[in-house]
């Protein structure tokens, strides 16, 4: 059974950077029908697409978020990870990673992680 | 940006009600259509993608359909566990997005 996990500080200083490490066991993150993602949710309200990272290399972000944000994988390890600068009190959020699957040509995601809080405070 | 907008925001309804959420995208996104499902404090679950196939595991009383830039989630008949939030999310464009959500609670 897939499972991911992520993993970083809970606490990031404001202008600092935020970086969270998600790690997938039970499956190959290589694997080719499978994109890997970041998404956000600040507390009581809906949810925020970061980005994605194909097994490629292949990244695409959250325009709102683009000069801040990079997502990486590492294949030896089994994890991709999401570094996010210069943050403010406004990246304050639960933190998801997520496995996107392909269905011929469009992608769902059907496993996610637990989530992890991050709060950006002096 | 495709912007997604759910109707209603929230809805009110007992066990046993037939309940239907809306999802409109501000374009054609032609079947790149997901519904999840959120309670507190968790990670969402995938319940329905492609707009209308049902994932792994859910239950038949969830169903979904349209295409173009009109999508329903459809409960058939409320139980228990299904007060949560709803959200839908398109992946036709590069950009996802979500809609805001629907969140569902107990008359």
């Known amino acids: 059974q897939v499972q991911l996990q992520e993993s970083g500080p809970g606490l990031v200083k404001p202008s600092q950077t935020l970086s969270l490490t998600c790690t997938v066991s039970?499956?190959?993150?290589?694997?080719?029908?499978?994109?890997w993602s970041w998404i956000r949710q600040p507390a009581g309200k809906g949810l925020e697409w970061v980005g994605r990272i194909f097994t490629s290399g292949s990244t695409n972000y959250n325009p709102s978020l683009m000069s801040r944000v990079t997502i990486s994988v590492d294949t030896s390890k089994n994890l991709f990870s999401l570094k996010l600068s210069s943050v403010t009190a406004a990246d304050t959020a639960v933190y998801y990673c997520a496995r996107a699957s392909r269905n011929y040509v469009q992608y769902y995601m059907d496993v996610w992680g637990k989530g992890t809080t991050v709060t950006v405070s002096s | 940006d495709i912007q997604m907008t759910q109707s209603p925001s929230s809805l009110s309804a007992s066990v046993g009600d037939r309940v239907t959420i809306t999802c409109r995208a501000s374009?054609?996104?032609?079947?790149?259509l997901n519904w999840y499902q959120q309670k507190p404090g968790k990670a969402p679950k995938l319940l329905i993608f492609?707009?209308?196939s049902l994932h792994s595991g859910v239950p038949s009383r969830f169903s979904g359909s349209g295409s173009g830039t009109d999508f329903t989630l459809t409960i058939s008949s409320l139980q228990p566990e299904d007060f949560a939030t709803y959200y839908c999310?398109?992946?036709?464009?590069?950009?996802?997005?979500f809609g805001q959500g629907t969140r569902l609670e107990i008359k």
């Open positions: 999310q398109q992946t036709y464009s590069s950009l996802i997005t």
């Open positions: 039970g499956d190959s993150i290589s694997s080719d029908v499978y994109y």
């Open positions: 492609a707009a209308s």
């Open positions: 374009q054609s996104i032609i079947s790149y």
